[in-house]
């Protein structure tokens, strides 16, 4: 697994142009990547269960 870390640069005179810089690169195993995201899950749970993180609610769809 290869994630590709950026970073948004905004040019301060005109505002209006944005590049997207690469920071950094991290590759890892996929095994390993299982186990980061089990990691993330559980740092989210404790975060959401101490009051720091609340849960994005997603709008509802509407049938067609």
């Given amino acids: 697994m290869r994630l590709t870390l950026y970073s948004d640069r905004i040019d301060a005179a005109e505002r209006a142009n944005i590049n ?4 950094g690169q991290l590759s890892i195993p996929p095994a390993g990547f299982v186990d980061l995201c089990n990691q993330m899950t559980a740092v989210m749970a404790r975060l959401t269960q101490a009051g720091k993180v609340h849960p994005v609610e997603l709008p509802q769809q509407q049938a067609s």
Avoid at 20 to 23: A, F, G, T
């Fill in 20 to 23: 997207r810089v690469v920071v």
